[in-house]
Nanobody
Framework: QLVESGGGSVQPGGSLRLSCVTSGFTLEYYDIGWFRQAPGKEREGVSCISGPGSTNYRDSVQGRFTISRDNAKKTIYLQMNNLKPEDTGVYYC???????????????????WGQGTQVTVSS
């Protein structure tokens, strides 16, 4: 099970930290991805972190977002700084036992999903 939290409404330039609390599996063996979906658009990969800890980011969030994991707390974080209106969407975390975290971060490769948390960036 994966449960996201930390979403909300912020002005452009603001920050949010999303959390994904996991249960039912050993987090350190899983790749975790963050995805988002804006209204009328396809779900897209934002960032991912492999079991050993390597990370990938989509170009548009590189330098603004940071993914991290705390295996002891069974939690994945996504720190989002300098948010822009185009970052608006429902953010989901997902997990898979296979090594699926890559630069393309394809959502179809992840098996387990959370319910999502809304992020709105607007002035």
């Amino acid at each position: 099970q994966l449960v996201e939290s930390g979403g909300g409404s912020v002005q452009p330039g603001g920050s949010l930290r999303l959390s994904c609390v996991t249960s039912g599996f050993t987090l350190e063996y899983y790749d975790i991805g963050w995805f988002r979906q804006a209204p009328g658009k396809e779900r897209e990969g934002v960032s991912c972190i492999s079991g050993p800890g390597s990370t990938n980011y989509r170009d548009s969030v590189q330098g603004r977002f940071t993914i991290s994991r705390d295996n002891a707390k069974k939690t994945i974080y996504l720190q989002m700084n300098n948010l822009k209106p185009e970052d608006t969407g429902v953010y989901y975390c997902a997990a898979d036992f296979l090594p699926v975290c890559s630069r393309t971060n394809d959502p179809t490769k992840y098996e387990h999903w959370g319910q999502g948390t809304q992020v709105t960036v607007s002035s």
